[in-house]
Structures are given as C-alpha cells and as structure tokens.
C-alpha cells in the first residue's frame, strides 16, 4: 500500500516537472519571439489571432474538453493522472506570463528561442507521457488513437501538430512557419527517443548449415 502511494506521488511529481518545463519552453521562448507551433499552444494562438480568445482561457476549455474524451476513451486511471495536467498546464502558463512580464524575453534569436522551445516541449511531454498521463488538450488524440489503432503517439502528434502549423500559415509570415516546422520536428524526435528509451529489441539472425545443433543450444 505504502509503495503504492509512493509511486503515485512520484509520477505526480514527475507529471508536475514535465508541465512546468513545457510551460517555461511556451513562455519564455514561443510567445515573445512570436514563433508558432502545434498542440493547444498552436490552436490557442490561431484562435487568439482570428476569434481574440486569450491564450489560458483557450487552453483551460480546450483541456478540459480532450480530458473528457480520454477519461471516456482511455479510462478512470489515465483520467486521474491527466486531470493534474489539465489544470497544471494553463495555471503554470497564467503564473509565468506573469513572470515573463517582468524578466522580459532570454533571448531575442529565433533560432536559438526554437532549439530551446524545441527540447523545452519535447522533454516536457516525455516526462508525463512516460509517467502514465498527458499533458492534455492535443496530446490526447494521440493516446486514443494508440489504444484504438496502435499508431506510435509521436507519429500522430506529429501529423496533428503539422496540420496545426497549416491552420497558422494563414496569419503568419514564412519565416514563422519555418521555424514552427524546425520547432514541431524537434520535439517530435526528442519526444520519439524519450518515449522508446529502454524498448529497443535487436534482432540477430545466423547463418549456419547446423542451425538445429545451435537452436537446441
């Protein structure tokens, strides 16, 4: 029971790092150099830009309504450990815009703010999923399409989140949508190697003309 207990707060402490450090990657290097990107943050900005929505009032609707759909999909378990998300997310996004308000941009290059947010979102994402949750709104999909069909979950949000940098090439320049690319396929990879970390299998195949002496071996 104790042991239990343990774990389940440890994942909710790894849950609670990997939204922070997505969240600081979101703040501190997407939003002031103006680079765009997929999942919620993605949706989120499109829908600031054509309907005026305020990015966290976005992201905690848009949370909810995937949290829902997983709960239903994927069952009570995921939903316990996802609902820290849910919440996690936009409150730590309202806290350190706040923060950034006051420090200002680390730095005015895009294309370090890209390998920066890059590595921030994918680690960030490895973190929860490898715990047993998600970091909500977007990374859902994925998830039930990995229950109901069995297609990797990088390679779903990978076709999700270029299908969100589509939506924003209508109200971004071409360099944006460069580096949103650049952005998507960086985590995306990180995220891939976090997730099959300790998964891989080598298949070794012999030749040999006393193949049943050294099967029976």
């Known amino acids: 029971m104790q042991k239990n207990i343990s774990k389940t ?15 600081v990657a979101v703040t ?6 103006n680079l765009i990107t997929g999942g919620t943050t993605g949706l989120a900005l ?32 995921f939903a316990l450990t996802t609902i820290l998300s849910t919440f996690e997310y936009p409150f ?12 200002g941009p680390l730095t005015d290059d895009r294309m370090l703010a890209t390998l920066f947010a ?17 970091t909500g709104g977007m990374d859902i999909p994925p998830l039930v399409i990995e229950k109901k069909l069995g297609f990797p979950v990088s390679v779903s949000l990978y076709l999700f989140d270029f299908g969100i940098l589509i939506l924003q090439i209508f109200i971004s320049d071409r360099e944006q949508v460069l580096y949103g690319i650049l952005l998507v396929v ?32």
């Open 92 to 103: 730590f996004l309202s806290i350190l815009q706040l923060l950034a308000n006051r420090v």
């Open 28 to 33: 501190f290097f997407i939003l002031p150099n």
């Open 118 to 134: 890059g590595a921030g979102i994918g680690i960030g994402l490895g973190l929860v999923i490898q715990a047993g949750a998600s």
């Open 46 to 77: 499109f829908g600031q830009y054509m309907f005026h929505i305020p990015i966290t009032a976005f992201a905690y609707v848009f949370n909810i309504a995937m949290f829902l759909l997983g709960a239903w999909v994927l069952g009570k378990a």
């Open 186 to 217: 960086l985590y995306t990879v990180i995220l891939d190697r976090l997730l099959i970390n300790g998964k891989r299998q080598i298949q070794l195949k012999i030749n040999n003309p006393e193949y049943q002496q050294i099967n029976k071996k």
């Open 9 to 23: 707060l440890h994942n909710f402490l790894i849950i609670s790092l990997g939204n922070l450090i997505y969240t």
